[in-house]
């Protein structure tokens, strides 16, 4: 791992994980913040069995840099995305 990819890596475990798509809104700002690109957000969607953007209630870059996909069947009341839905609420 070279400087440029461990200060990435660290900066990413020091921060709360970022929102990627938020009822099933893609974040551009977000992806290009974390650089990834929409085609591996929709393949992490794909893999969780989904079709639709429109389906996903929220997909979280998490600290170990693996994508959380959750579908809007299955987010419940949200309370266990803590303060990440705080920081998307009403937008």
Not at 32 to 48: D, F, P, S, Y
């Amino acid at each position: 791992m070279d400087v440029g990819e461990a200060t990435f890596v660290h900066h990413l475990v020091k921060t709360a994980p970022p929102l990627i798509v938020w009822n099933g809104q893609l974040h551009q700002d977000a992806l290009r913040r974390v650089r990834i690109t929409n085609e591996e957000v929709l393949a992490a969607i794909r893999r969780e069995g989904q079709g639709s953007l429109d389906d996903i209630d929220a997909v979280v870059l998490e600290t170990d840099a693996k994508l959380s996909v959750i579908p809007s069947n299955r987010a419940g009341d949200r309370s266990a995305y803590g303060e990440l839905a705080d920081r998307r609420e009403g937008t």
